[in-house]
């Protein structure tokens, strides 16, 4: 306890779970681990089981003992940041059980946190247990879920709110997992804070409807108007913060926006956690790893 209140005062960002829950008062419901390199999985839909098969079109053979290291480790990576993910997905279906949580809104304090890579797995591994799930990028002005699952981004979002088409026409199936559905953000735009006023709820409130979980994507939510419409349209907010790097000034200011709006915040998910188990307790460091991986690169 002593030495986790002296870290506290030489490091103002965030680290662990205990600390959320002491200093600002909000659940961590998830932590998932730093993953190296996405490439060999870039999206879910690849994670259909192509790992392997050697088809993965970067032409790079894995016959170095080394490199096959680096592979298996970053293959254990991979799993251990989608166990983490079936764990959030399960904490975020059992919050309330009065009333399920139809759908939820992914925001952060600042860009690159991880939002759209954690929407991306949380929906796709809700489809996989043969759940409807849709995908919504609601980050008009630096779109990303299409790339993440290949898909076009031609038409999206921003037309359905400009009313230039129906949400049913503009959103994509997908086969992989089956059940996954995604609406994309469709051409970066600078107006997103006027077309989110256009009937984001009404388009929410019908999408959860037809599916069992609606997982949105958003913008950063500091300096961004959007986000404060998105997350009082939606059953509940998750925060994702980076282990090690958010300060805990900008969460403690999102948490009290959210608060102030009313909104349901469902809890903090703390991304990139470098986790050591000993003695039986786990220890969080920050993302330290990453600064000597781009040294080693
Ligand atoms: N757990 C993680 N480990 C390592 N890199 C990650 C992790 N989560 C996200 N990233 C990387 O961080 C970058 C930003 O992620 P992204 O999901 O696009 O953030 P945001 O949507 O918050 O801007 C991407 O390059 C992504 O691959
Ligand atoms: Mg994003």
């Known amino acids: ?20 829950a002491r200093l600002l008062n909000a659940d961590v419901i998830g932590s998932l681990p730093a993953v190296k390199d ?17 088809h993965n079109g970067n032409g790079n053979g894995h016959g170095h003992p080394a490199a096959l290291a680096e592979v298996v480790e970053n ?39 991880g939002k ?40 999206g979002l921003c037309d ?8 049913l026409d503009a959103v994509i ?7 996954l559905d995604i609406l994309p953000a469709g051409p970066a735009t600078r107006r997103a804070s006027d077309l989110m006023g256009m009937g984001l709820a009404e388009l929410i ?17 500091l300096g961004f108007a959007e986000p404060l419409q998105m997350a009082t349209a939606v059953d509940g907010v998750i925060i994702v913060a980076r282990a090690g790097d958010t300060s805990r000034k900008a969460l403690s200011t999102v948490i009290t926006t959210l608060a102030r709006l009313r909104a349901n915040l469902v809890g903090v998910v703390l991304n990139e956690v470098h986790r050591e188990v000993s003695a039986g307790y786990y220890y969080y460091y ?12």
Request: glycine fraction near 4%.
């Open 160 to 167: 359905v709110l400009l009313k230039q088409i129906s949400w």
């Open 38 to 54: 996405w490439r060999r999985r870039l999206s879910p839909i690849q994670m259909q089981g192509q790992i392997g098969t050697g």
């Open 286 to 297: 920050g993302h330290y790893n990453k600064y000597y991986t781009k040294r080693s690169q």
């Open 75 to 113: 293959e254990q990576m991979l799993s251990n940041y989608e166990e983490a993910i079936r764990t959030l997905r399960n904490s975020i279906l059992l919050t309330d059980f009065d009333r399920r949580l139809r759908s939820v809104l992914m925001t952060s304090a600042s860009p690159s946190e």
């Open 205 to 221: 409130e019908e999408a959860a409807r037809e599916y069992d979980l609606v997982v949105l994507d958003a913008p950063p939510l």
């Open 116 to 155: 759209s890579t954690v929407a991306a797995h949380l929906a796709a591994t809700h489809a996989q247990q043969h759940k409807r799930t849709l995908l919504i990028d609601g980050d008009l002005r630096r779109p990303s879920v299409h790339r993440l699952f290949q898909v076009p981004n031609n038409v």
């Open 1 to 20: 306890m002593g030495a986790a209140v002296l870290s506290d005062v030489l490091d103002n960002t965030i680290r662990d779970p205990d600390q959320v």
């Open 173 to 179: 199936m997908t086969d992989s997992p089956k059940g």
